[in-house]
């Protein structure tokens, strides 16, 4: 059982090029949702996905966008990297948070990105 | 807007001591509370959530609506409890999930 699998764990880019992080579940999971870690500042939800189609604004999505084509895979791109990027991005899924069906939050293991 | 504040970037104790992780939240609904825990080289994982008013590992917390707060708490810290802990919020929707700073708890021998 995979659970959060995110492509690559590792990325160092130049300021400008752009990338995509990839992130797959295999839990058949609603949501899907990506974030920043920083040091100091927790992690900052960027965008996130309620179903096969949808995605919406996070805390902090500017310089990022986000595709959801297939449920199990959500995408995340970077079109023009900046040091400000340099971060550790984790995705996670769940069927909801709250509610009736207050389930929790599968994370992804993460990918270390520098931007150079 | 919802926001989640964790007071204490670090915090340190002694094997055996009591342990509390401080975590305010603000969110004019009813919320629904959880607690994250990164250990060492692992992904993060929920640790409780409020709605289930569970021990796990030795921790609890109790969510006071008056004072806004979801402290995490154990009477006996032990050295493996050594992680990062976060606070998290999610709104009556149940679609977004928003996470404290984070606390770096060391359990010292």
């Known amino acids: 059982n995979a659970g959060v699998t995110q492509t690559p764990k590792f990325r160092v880019l130049k300021t400008g090029q752009s990338m995509t992080l990839l992130c797959a579940q295999d839990?058949?999971?609603?949501?899907m949702y990506w974030y920043r870690q920083d040091p100091g500042m927790g992690l900052r939800l960027i965008h996130y996905s309620v179903g096969e189609g949808t995605t919406a604004k996070g805390e902090v999505p500017d310089g990022y966008n986000v595709s959801r084509l297939k449920k199990q895979n959500f995408l995340l791109g970077l079109e023009s990297a900046a040091p400000s990027q340099t971060s550790v991005y984790f995705c996670a899924s769940s069927y909801s948070l709250g509610g009736a069906r207050n389930t929790e939050a599968f994370f992804g293991q993460g990918t270390r990105l520098t931007v150079v | 807007a919802q926001r989640v504040t964790q007071p204490e970037k670090l915090l340190s104790v002694f094997k055996g001591a009591p342990v509390e992780l401080k975590c305010n939240y603000s969110?004019?609904?009813?919320?629904?509370l959880f607690w994250y825990v990164q250990y060492s080289r692992q992904r993060l994982q929920l640790l409780l959530r409020h709605i289930s008013r569970e021990s796990i590992k030795g921790f609890t917390a109790d969510l006071n609506k008056g004072e806004t707060s979801f402290h995490l708490k154990k009477p006996f810290a032990q050295e493996e409890d050594s992680a990062m802990y976060y606070c998290a919020l999610t709104d009556s929707s149940g679609s977004r999930l928003t996470f404290g700073e984070g606390t770096q708890l060391t359990v010292n021998p």
């Open positions: 969110y004019s609904g009813s919320p629904e």
């Open positions: 839990m058949n999971h609603e949501y």
